[in-house]
C-alpha cells in the first residue's frame, strides 16, 4: 500500500486549498485521484497552491486581484472585511427576456421563492431590482419562478408548465442574471461540485450543441449570441418535458434532476429518463447553514498512511479567529498528533509570491499553519494564506446521506479510491455510514495562480536518471527533476531544459518539450503510449514553463506524480530556481481541485471502523 505522494501532498498542503482533506496518493503510478462522479470534468481544482504553511518563507504581502466582491481580491479567496446593511441586486431573467416572472434570494435554500425570502417580479426586459441584506445573500441562490402569466417578450409566448431557474449569487456589485444555462451550472453546485468543475461541464454542453458563451453568466440575448440563445431554449424544453421526469407533472427535484442529467450526458440529445433518475437518487447538498457553528467543533476526513502503515486523518476547526487543520495517526488505539514527515516524503518547497519571485525554503514542519480568518459569512469562511498573501475562500455544505461519489472524496481518501474497488469495500463503508447526516462538503477557492516546488526527502528518479540533491538555503534536498546529467548542475535559463528529456513519474514516465511550445509524453516498460502536450511561459515569471498535458490517456496520467493535480485542473511546470532546473505545479486561480466531504467525531468513528474492517484486503 502507498502513502500519500510527496509531491502532490507538499503543493496540495503549501497549496493550501486541500486543507480539508488529503490528496489521498495520487501519484507515483497509483492511479492518483479519479473523480468519482461521472462525467465530471477534471474537477478544475483550487488545490496545489499556496496555503497552509506558516513559517519563514519571506512572504510578499497581499494577494490584490481585480474585481470580485466589495473590497475584493478577484473571483476566488475573497476578502470582504465589511458589507452594507442593504445593498440593491439587479439583473435579468432569461430565456427570452422573461416578463413576469418571481425573482427571490432564496434564503433558506430549499429551491423555491417562500414568503419570508426578498422577492420582486421582473419588468418587460426581464429586468429586476432587489435589495438584500449582502451578508445574507452572498451565496445563495437567485431563483426566477416561471408561471403561467409569465411572457418571454422576445416570443410572445406564455409557458404551458411551472418551472424554476436559478444562479448562485457570487458578486452582489454585478448584474446577476439567471437563465437556463446558469441553472444548469448550479444543478451540479447542489450536488456538491465545484463552481469551476460545473462550469466546465456546462461548456463542454454548450459546445456540443453548436455553441460557445464564453461567460456563462452573461446576457446572451444583449450579446447577440443566436447559438446560446437556442441552447437555453432547448434547455427549457427539456426542464420542462413531463416524460423526462418520468412523471405526470414536473416537481422541483425533477427539473433539478433534468437539468443535472444534461451535464451528466454532455448533450441535450442524449438525456433520457433513466439518466433523470439517476440523477434524481443523488444527495443534495445545501449551503444553509453557519460555518461558524459547523466548524466551532472539529470536523474530520480520513487522509491515508504513514510509511509505516499507521492511518493518518485530518481534523479541521475554526476557532479564536483561526482556521486550523491538523493531521493525527492513530496508533496503539488512540489518535495523536503527527507530524508532514510523518504521513509523507516532503522535506519542504518555495511557492511563487506575488511579486514573481519564489519564496525561501519552505521547511516541512511549517506546511501545516492556521489561517487568519478575515469574515465568515453564512456558508463560507475567508481566510489569508499566511505564507503567501494570497486569499482563500472555504466554502461549506451539507448532506444527509453519503453516496458513493462522496464517499470516494477526501473521506475515505486514498483508500477507497485506489485501493478498495472491486472488493465491495465502498459498499461496506457505505452500509457503515448508513442514510443518516450530516455529511460536510467543502469547496476551497483562492484568488491568484498559486505555483509551487515541492521538494521531497528522498530523490526518486525515474530508473536510469538519479534525481541529486542540491544545497539551498542551508537545506539539502532534491530538486525534483531527473533531466540533464549531472542533475544538480547550475544552469541560466529554463529554455535549457528544451529538447531534453525529463522525468515526470516513477514508471519510467518522461516529458520532452520542443522550442515550438510543443512537446511528448511518453511512457515507460510498463505502459507504451505518446501524448502530444504543450507548454508556454508563466507571465509573471519568465523562468517558468507551463505544461499542459491532455487527459487523453488516463493510465498514462496514472503514471505521472501529479495525476491529483491534473485531474484537478492543475498544470505541471519547469522553472529555473537558484540556478537549479525543477519541476513543480501550478493550480489555476479561482479554481477547485475537489470537493472534501468531512464528519464529526462519531460519524467519522463509523466510516473508520468500516475501513478497518475491510483494510485486510489492500
Known sequence: MKTPSQLSVFALTLG???????????????????????????????????????????????????????????????????????????????????????????LNDNGECDPGDPSTTTSANGS????????????????????????????????????????V???????????????????????????TAAEMAVQQVARASG??????????????????????????????????????????????????????????????????????????????????????????????????????RTLAQLAANQYSVNRQTYVSGNWGSTAPGDYDNTQGGYTLQNNGSWSSFIAAANLVQPYGVHSVINNRVLVTD????????????????????????????YLLRNKFAGVGAVTAVTDAIGSGGPLYVTNPLAASDRL???SPSNCPGNGTIPVATITEDGVTHCNNLASMPPPAAAYTSVSQILGQPFSVGDQGTNLV?????????????????????????????????????????QSAIGDLYDADLLRQGGKVIVALHNGHLKRGQLQPAATIGQEYALADGSRFDLLFAAIQSVADTL
Open 452 to 454: 509551487v516546488l515541492p
Open 169 to 195: 449569487i457570487e458578486d452582489p456589485t454585478t448584474p446577476i442574471h439567471i437563465t437556463p444555462i446558469t441553472t444548469l451550472v448550479t444543478a451540479k453546485r447542489i450536488e456538491g461540485w465545484s463552481k
Open 16 to 106: 493550501g486549498a486541500l486543507l480539508l482533506s488529503a490528496c489521498g496518493g495520487g501519484g507515483g503510478g497509483s492511479g492518483g485521484y479519479s473523480s468519482s462522479i461521472p462525467g465530471k470534468p477534471a474537477n478544475g481544482g483550487s488545490t496545489g497552491s499556496t496555503g497552509s504553511n506558516g513559517g519563514s518563507a519571506g512572504n510578499t504581502g497581499s494577494n490584490s486581484g481585480s474585481s470580485g466582491q466589495p473590497g475584493g481580491s478577484g473571483n476566488g479567496g475573497v476578502d470582504i472585511p465589511s458589507l452594507p446593511s442593504s445593498m440593491t441586486i439587479s439583473g435579468r431573467a432569461i430565456d427570452g427576456y422573461l416578463q413576469g416572472a418571481k425573482v427571490c434570494v432564496d
Open 128 to 167: 429586476y431590482s432587489l435589495t438584500v441584506d449582502p451578508q445574507q445573500a452572498w451565496g445563495k441562490k437567485m431563483l426566477a419562478e416561471i408561471g403561467p402569466n409569465t411572457v418571454d417578450i422576445s416570443s410572445g409566448g406564455h409557458f404551458p408548465t411551472s418551472f424554476i431557474l436559478a444562479t
Open 513 to 553: 518539450l520542443n522550442r515550438n511550445g510543443k512537446g511528448t509524453l511518453s511512457g515507460g516498460p510498463s505502459h507504451a503510449y505518446s501524448i502530444p502536450v504543450s507548454w508556454s511561459t508563466y507571465p509573471r515569471n519568465s523562468n517558468v514553463l507551463v505544461v499542459s498535458i491532455p487527459l487523453t490517456d
Open 386 to 413: 499566511p505564507n503567501s498573501g494570497i486569499k482563500l475562500t472555504f466554502e461549506l455544505g451539507v448532506s444527509n446521506a453519503l453516496a458513493t461519489p462522496v464517499g470516494y472524496q477526501g473521506i475515505g481518501g
Open 211 to 312: 455553441a460557445n458563451p464564453g461567460n456563462l453568466y452573461d446576457d446572451y440575448l444583449a450579446n447577440g449570441d443566436t447559438a446560446t440563445a437556442n441552447l437555453a431554449s432547448a434547455i427549457v424544453s427539456k426542464l420542462t418535458n413531463a416524460t423526462l421526469a418520468g412523471a405526470s407533472t414536473i416537481d422541483l427535484a425533477s427539473q433539478r434532476a433534468i437539468a443535472s442529467a444534461i451535464v451528466d450526458s454532455g448533450t441535450l440529445s442524449s438525456v433520457n429518463a433513466s439518466s433523470v433518475a439517476i440523477a434524481k437518487s443523488r444527495p443534495v447538498f445545501t449551503i444553509n447553514l453557519s460555518a461558524s457553528n459547523t466548524l466551532g467543533s472539529p470536523l474530520y476526513s480520513y487522509f491515508g498512511l504513514t510509511g509505516s502503515q499507521a492511518p493518518v
